[in-house]
């Protein structure tokens, strides 16, 4: 079956340093991986989706996920970090279809 | 164009009463896929619906059940709450029901006493 563990529950960052937020996947195929973030009284959103086409995946608001297979890991990073990225982001593997199957998150807060 | 919405945003059961939550999908998109959402947890998989039909169920009993109307539009309903029913419930819909990249609403949050 599929998984994914998120190894850090919160991250804490100051505005303009870089952000890492790790994840490790477990797979007995191919996986598809995506990123997906919840702010606050909002619907989640995809941030990014990994399909095996490239092993570096862009995202929309300066986001990207490196997949590596010999790490079973997919972190998402990003260069300069901003207030407005202070969510809550969770690492998800496609078991099969649309059932994704969701890490338990990790909070990142962003400090000014 | 119209994003998911979900009715109502926050309601309040007690234990053994029966829930309808509501969700209009995003304009175009043929697949809703539920999911429950405990405090401090991941969304976990109820099911999917696809034209009309169940089309993937996660780890939930029988109580929890749905639909999906023509209009593409979704009913969840969960029978015999119980107090661990207690959680976010949310609505995602999609184009296609295996690309996985679905649109979510911002929820029913569900309370049982």
């Known amino acids: 079956a599929q998984s994914v563990t998120q190894l850090d529950s919160h991250v804490s960052v100051s505005e303009g340093t870089p952000v890492l937020l790790r994840c490790n996947y477990s797979?007995?195929?191919?996986?598809?991986l995506f990123w997906y973030v919840q702010h606050p009284n909002k619907g989640l959103q995809l941030l990014l989706k990994y399909t095996s086409a490239a092993t570096l995946v862009k995202g929309i608001n300066g986001f990207e996920a490196e997949f590596k297979k010999s790490e079973t890991s997919f972190h998402l990073t990003k260069p300069s970090a901003h207030m407005s990225d202070a969510a809550e982001y969770f690492c998800?593997?496609?078991?099969?279809?649309?059932?994704?199957?969701f890490g338990a998150g990790t909070i990142l807060r962003v400090k000014s | 164009e119209t994003g998911v919405t979900q009715s109502p945003t926050h309601l309040i059961k007690t234990r053994g009463q029966q829930v309808t939550l509501r969700c209009s999908s995003q304009s175009g998109h043929n697949t809703v896929s539920w999911y429950q959402q405990a405090l401090g947890q991941g969304p976990q998989f109820i099911f999917q619906?696809?034209?009309?039909?169940?089309?993937g169920r996660g780890n939930f009993p029988p109580r929890f059940s749905g639909l999906q109307f023509p209009n593409y539009s979704s009913e969840l309903n969960v029978n015999a709450l119980e107090l661990d029913d207690s959680a976010l419930y949310l609505c995602?819909?999609?184009?296609?029901?295996?690309?996985?990249?679905?649109?979510f609403g911002e929820g029913s949050r569900l309370t049982v006493l």
């Open positions: 619906y696809y034209r009309e039909e169940e089309n």
């Open positions: 797979s007995s195929y191919s996986p598809s």
């Open positions: 995602a819909s999609s184009l296609g029901s295996n690309t996985g990249e679905l649109f």
């Open positions: 998800v593997v496609s078991q099969y279809g649309n059932k994704l199957v």
